[in-house]
């Protein structure tokens, strides 16, 4: 997640979406959000270094990975999007 006015993040927009954070709980070495993006509630951990974030606010979303629990079965899943984009500042 990321706010669209930071400059290191331009150009990763073109490849995330906006999101409004709904629930943000202490995890002891991260925090973890639940974030609201087009109907889809996703859950991620974001690092205590990060600046702090509240409940309603908006935010970018990136997706590099997501881990698909299908029945019985796990899967990873990578954007293919960002196969040419250096995400060094992830």
């Known amino acids: 997640t990321f706010r669209v006015d930071n400059p290191k993040f331009?150009?990763?927009i073109s490849v995330s979406d906006e999101g409004t954070v709904e629930d943000v709980r202490f995890r002891g070495d991260s925090v973890e959000l639940t974030i609201?993006?087009?109907g889809v509630k996703?859950?991620?951990r974001r690092s205590l270094e990060r600046r702090?974030?509240?409940a309603g606010e908006r935010m970018r979303?990136?997706?590099y990975r997501v881990i698909v629990f299908d029945g019985g079965q796990v899967r990873t899943v990578r954007n293919e999007l960002l196969r040419n984009v250096r995400l060094e500042f992830m």
């Open 42 to 44: 996703l859950v991620c």
């Open 61 to 63: 979303v990136l997706l």
């Open 52 to 54: 702090p974030v509240q």
């Open 36 to 38: 609201e993006v087009n």
């Open 10 to 12: 331009h150009d990763l």
